[in-house]
């Protein structure tokens, strides 16, 4: 009770104390008239920096990257309707990443409510269905109420975003505010019972299977589930874009459930008998359009949220933990009988389809995989946007380090650069990449600009084929040559680069692009490397003459 604090402010004020209370450093926003005493008040808190973003779905998808390097909630602000409009793909994201956000929007005066005002938009009901709570704040002596609770929903159990609507007429005013103690979160444990059952579960096991979820990594429970996954040698795959939740060059490793998923890494998910999901909401990508779980296998299903346990399989067995909680009760498991055989199996199989072994007949794009692995530091973050070029990058890439990936389970275009942005503001020690298509990066290529204002050292890599990528393949697949929408025309990202005063390069060869790694590396500047590639190798698998064929 000791941390409780009384003292009298303004709401814009009472906001930046809360978000200093959770130790937050950066804000991201888009300026508005409409919280122009919140960006005031912004102004007097040295602890806090604030970054303006030119989109605010730059903003939003900068703010959630930077939830997701840092451990805590993103937060970002916008104005009215127009504004939370925009940054509404970045609360999507948060929302299907489980990522703990907090969305502070500006809104029209309260006597202009109903009337509707200018860029009026009833904002909790517009963000309810994307978000853990929406709420608006009509009285000003409740805002460090209001704002505390958010930040305790955002946080607790499946994180999330959470949506502060701010009529402009509330911030300005001066009370007293009563700040409550320390915000902590609820960290459930599995009972005894229940690990007893999970005991007996996989004594009868002949194949299990752990599948681990963004829940370890929200977490921080990589290390346990190193150790629980050595004691009894159960083979561990990585859920839909959370590479690394385990390291990929463990023997235990046997690899990721994703897009385009080889069929002998899926073989070995349909010959477990037991599945451990753990932290993961067993997502329509990680099950393959939930088709690769059957009747027949037992499903031991562990999450802190109780609606994600069942949603998708009715499992043997349920339980609501932290991660971390459950995976240090879980160590404590003791069997007569281990995996190691079922696991050397499950590994083989996948060193086979994801050796990154290189000839000149492989495309640019796993050249580039392989140069990457050889050139990064060992702890560098990866970002992905959305797109066919991701493909190398999950099947190639190996993630041996915790805290070295971030990207969409969403799928949203647009999300690379901006994320990289937000993550490495979080972590500036750590090098930090993102990979992105033509597509994609265009959606939010002015935030490079923002990178160069604030001199975040990001490097940009932009597989340029002229073409929505993905689209165009499930075009060819489906409807053969009637192509349509699918093609775009010429930009030289380089030349754009430059243009907002960052580096850029664009390289047709392997030895061009690490010459240009090998300067933005060492050049402390945020830079664009084009890689030209050929729309005709349109995924891993497939080329455009072999889907027509």
């Not at 209370?21 to 912004?42: N, T």
């Not at 994801?354 to 530091?377: C, G, R, W, Y």
Request: aromatic share 8%; net charge negative.
């Amino acid at each position: 009770m000791s941390t409780q604090l009384k003292t009298k402010m303004t709401a814009a004020h009472a906001i930046v104390e809360c978000i200093k209370r959770e130790g937050i450093q950066k804000v991201f926003c888009v300026p508005g008239e409409s919280y122009l005493p919140l960006l005031d008040a912004l102004y007097d808190e040295p602890s806090i920096d604030l970054v303006s973003a030119r989109h605010e779905g730059g903003a939003s998808f900068m703010a959630e990257g930077y939830a997701k390097a840092s451990h805590k909630p993103g937060v970002v602000l916008a104005t009215r309707g127009v504004g939370a409009a925009n940054l509404s793909i970045g609360v999507h994201t948060a929302y299907q990443d489980s990522t703990p956000m907090v969305v502070f929007l500006g809104q029209v005066h309260s006597k202009f409510r109903g009337r509707e005002g200018f860029q009026e938009v009833d904002l909790d009901q517009f963000f309810k269905p994307i978000s853990k709570w929406a709420v608006e704040v009509k009285d000003p002596e409740r805002m460090p109420e209001i704002v505390g609770r958010a930040f305790r929903i955002a946080r607790s159990g499946r994180p999330g975003p959470v949506v502060v609507s701010l009529p402009e007429d509330v911030l300005p005013v001066e009370t007293e505010m009563h700040f409550g103690p320390e915000i902590t979160i609820p960290k459930p444990s599995p009972s005894k019972e229940e690990i007893i059952l999970v005991e007996n579960i996989l004594q009868e096991a002949q194949k299990p299977l752990i599948i681990a979820g963004g829940g370890v990594k929200l977490s921080q429970a990589e290390e346990e589930l190193v150790c629980f996954a050595e004691k009894l040698q159960i083979p561990v795959m990585s859920a839909f874009r959370r590479h690394d939740a385990f390291p990929n060059n463990h023997d235990l490793y046997v690899g990721h459930l994703g897009l385009g998923t080889p069929k002998r890494i899926l073989e070995t998910v349909k010959e477990a008998d037991v599945i451990l999901a753990l932290g993961t909401r067993l997502s329509e990508v990680t099950t393959q359009d939930y088709s690769l779980l059957s009747a027949e296998q037992k499903l031991i299903h562990i999450d802190i949220e109780q609606d994600v346990i069942g949603k998708v399989y009715p499992p043997d067995l349920g339980i609501i933990a932290d991660m971390k909680q459950a995976l240090e009760a879980l160590v404590e498991v003791e069997l007569t009988s281990l995996w190691p055989s079922w696991a050397e199996e499950s590994r083989l199989r996948y060193v086979g389809v994801s050796s990154l072994e290189v000839t000149d007949k492989d495309v640019i794009n796993k050249h580039v995989i392989q140069a990457l692995v050889e050139m990064l530091p060992k702890d560098a973050l990866i970002t992905n946007d959305a797109g066919n070029f991701a493909g190398w990058l999950h099947g190639f890439y190996p993630f041996t380090e915790k805290n070295t990936y971030v990207g969409p389970t969403s799928g949203a275009m647009g999300y690379g650069l901006p994320a990289a942005i937000g993550a490495k503001l979080a972590v500036p020690n750590q090098t930090v990449v993102s990979l992105s298509g033509d597509g994609g990066f265009m959606m939010t290529f002015q935030e490079l600009e923002t990178a160069v204002r604030e001199k975040v050292p990001v490097i940009a890599l932009v597989f340029n084929n002229n073409s929505y990528g993905t689209i165009r393949m499930h075009q060819e697949m489906h409807y053969p040559e009637r192509v349509i929408g699918t093609d775009l025309g010429v930009v030289s990202f380089r030349v754009l680069a430059n243009g907002v005063g960052a580096e850029g390069y664009t390289v047709f060869t392997i030895d061009e692009f690490r010459n240009a790694l090998t300067q933005a590396l060492t050049s402390g500047l945020p830079t664009v490397i084009e890689i030209m590639t050929d729309v005709e190798n349109i995924s891993v698998t497939s080329t455009i003459s072999s889907l027509r064929g």
